[in-house]
């Protein structure tokens, strides 16, 4: 028994018809007729008393009637509302990712993308993290690392795990790693962050690396492609490198050795009311990933 059940019987029971029930409707009667009979039988109780020249209520009928009238009306005035209020957010949105972050929400904006059609979106990669919210004039960014500033607000998402990646070109002319002390023997990439600070050191579970590094990156994916490349060893997020490694391209050198290396957040400015737009992003994405 659905929504479209109990609406027929309603019907039935204003017009005191099946055939007039299944013209309001557009269906056959015969429809009607049967979909009413199953419902007397889930109930086991008849709904209606039939005569060649009338059908009316029964004193179960006109109960069921009662209860379950008001309930369909809040049903479909949930559905209205809530399908107009969906239609109603319509306008620009301009958020900011970090250079691999994307990889990461790719499918929850798409999502929200579907669930408003009004809305176009515009994505601008950044690098300098939450101070670029007013010199670019995004609604909102997601970022990496620690929110500092006055007048924001910062909703964590998610935290990104660290692995060690090089490529197979790498590795085949390169020493055996078979621990993390060998690491100091091999040609290493690192990471500047927003903030221009440099990891000196890995710092793992059961272990500490100290880097002298090859190359410097300040941004993930440049890093992401050095490593391809055959560049060196580098710490990447795992949700970077994770296609290269089913692909065969990259390598998680220790599997056993990881980094939880910051907090990914949806940040926006609280100097002023969020748009609609921005409001729905917001509450979309943290509810998606939440549930995820």
């Known amino acids: 028994m659905n929504i479209k059940d109990l609406e027929l019987f309603i019907a039935v029971a204003k017009l005191g018809s099946f055939s007039k029930a299944a013209q309001s409707f557009d269906t056959r009667r015969a429809l009607v007729s049967r979909r009413i009979g199953e419902m007397e039988k889930q109930l086991q109780a008849p709904l209606f ?23 369909v009306d809040q049903l479909n005035h949930a559905g209205y509302v809530f399908k107009h209020r969906q239609d109603q957010i319509q306008g620009k949105l301009l958020i900011g990712l970090l250079p691999f972050v994307d990889k990461l929400m790719d499918k929850y904006i798409a999502h929200f993308i579907h669930a408003y059609p009004q809305v ?10 939450s101070k670029e919210l007013n010199r670019l004039g995004l609604d909102l960014i997601i970022a990496a690392g620690e929110v500092n500033g006055a007048n924001l607000a910062a909703h964590k998402l998610t935290t990104f795990e660290r692995k060690i ?15 993390t002390d060998d690491l100091q023997y091999h040609s290493l990439l690192g990471f500047r962050d927003a903030q221009g600070q440099l990891e000196q050191t890995w710092h793992f579970q059961h272990a500490n690396v100290p880097t002298q590094y090859k190359v410097i990156c300040s941004d993930f994916n440049s890093l992401y492609h050095f490593c391809l490349a055959g560049a060196g060893i ?29 907090d990914i957040s949806l940040t926006y400015s609280t100097k002023s009311p969020q748009s609609s ?6 509450e979309h994405l943290l509810r998606e990933m939440v549930s995820s």
């Open 49 to 71: 008393t039939r005569t060649t020249r009338a059908m009316s209520l029964t004193n179960a009928g006109r109960q069921y009637l009662d209860q379950i009238e008001p309930l």
């Open 277 to 282: 737009v921005a409001k729905a992003f917001c």
């Open 120 to 129: 176009q979106l515009e994505v601008v990669i950044v690098s300098g993290g």
């Open 234 to 262: 580098a710490l990447l997020p795992y949700v970077i490198a994770t296609e290269a490694v089913d692909q065969g391209q990259l390598i998680n050198i220790l599997p056993q050795h990881s980094i939880d290396f910051a």
């Open 165 to 179: 990646y090089a490529s197979p070109s790498y590795l085949e002319k390169s020493s055996l790693i078979e621990d």
